[in-house]
């Protein structure tokens, strides 16, 4: 029997009466206190505020079509109703945004967020982050991680002057660090952001130190677990992975319920709060149920076998290969042809040429913008002698 809950009269009756006040929650981050790199460029105006200005950069950075073709928890599918990271970044916005407008803050902020918190991440999901990470830091002692990387995307790459709350939310959004209460952490500059992010390059686990400077930000953190959680089962199910069933618990054990459960119980428990929060029986049955994913689903050998034995091997080939063109200035190789010539087609100012960055991060920066096709199809046309064949599942195998 499926359980949906429901905000109580009280807080439903707030709620109503601050929709109807123009001025929001006093805990929203205001357009006017917004911080950028360069403060002469991207001035708000009355249609187009701050945060609509980062929404619409993301939106059109070239990377942003990518995410369509980039696995979420299941490759080698070619199945159109397993989740990609395309519709996970909108299903993380419209959960932010359904608590967002419950709560009074700047939904467009928290729209920027959430479209934007993964363009860094790698083809192949997570496995495919921690198989760049491995060759990064083989080669230079410094690490790759797809929060971090997304900024580099939005704020090296493509040197769009996005917005420092915007880039905060994005790098602190670690959807696999859950917490029974998120509290902002106060951001003041651009150089105390930059050494963070450094900070993250050199020692991995400083990524999950790192904290939202707005609510609008701790919103989406905690929404990028409620949009995988749920949806990661159903898609195991339409995948046909052979898993023990799921236990029933607080939130319930379906996508809908999750969604609406976790939904409610923050609103009820952060309305008119400087903090994001759960009680304890909905934080308890969170984690719980993401620790059923993890055993069921993350860890099943159908999942991850091929993406160590096949995708993991790719990777290393292609890495040595881009890394060693690059070094011999080979103009006819795609890092050339298919990745710097793209990026400089963006034709961004940069104080230096993208062509004169580190060579590890050129390549870097290349296969972590691939889709999973995109990858598979450069590694056959550099390698067509190699015998590393990927199997896929189709709508009737």
Known sequence: MLKYEQLSNEISEKISRAQN?????????????????NHLHDKATVWRTAFIRDVDKIMHCPYYNRYADKTQVFS?????????????????SRIARTIGK?????LDLIEAIALGHDIGHTPFGHAGESFLDELL?????????????????????FPYNISLQTLSGIAAHDGELELSQYCPC???????????????????????????????????????????????????????????????????????????????????NSYDKP????????????????????????????????LETTVKPMMKDLYEKLLSDLKANNRTSPIFTHHIEFVNAAHYSRDIPYEQTEPNQIVVDYIASMTDDYFVDLYVHLFPEKDYTITYKGYFD
């Open 275 to 306: 903090y994001i929060k759960m009680d304890d029986a909905h934080f308890a049955a969170l984690s719980k149920s993401k620790q059923d994913n993890y055993s069921l689903i993350y860890k099943n050998d159908s999942v991850k076998t091929e």
């Open 76 to 92: 080698f599918y070619k199945n159109d109703d397993i989740t990609r990271r395309g519709l996970h970044v909108q299903l993380v």
């Open 186 to 268: 106060e951001l003041k500059s651009f150089e105390e952001f930059d050494r963070l992010m450094e900070g993250c390059y050199i020692d991995k686990a400083n990524v999950k130190k790192l904290i939202p400077s707005t609510l609008e930000g701790c919103v989406v953190r905690i929404s990028d677990i409620i949009a995988y959680l749920g949806k990661d089962r159903q898609d195991a199910e339409r995948a046909r992975i052979e898993i023990n069933s799921f236990e029933e618990s607080t939130i319930g054990k379906h996508n809908a319920e999750i969604i609406n459960n976790l939904i409610v119980n923050i609103i009820e």
């Open 102 to 106: 419950a709560l009074g803050l700047n």
């Open 137 to 157: 830091f083989s080669h230079t002692q410094r690490h790759f991680s797809h929060n971090i990387h997304s900024i580099r995307v939005l704020d090296g790459i």
């Open 21 to 37: 006040c123009p001025s929001g929650s006093k805990f929203a981050f205001p357009d006017e206190d917004v911080i950028r790199r």
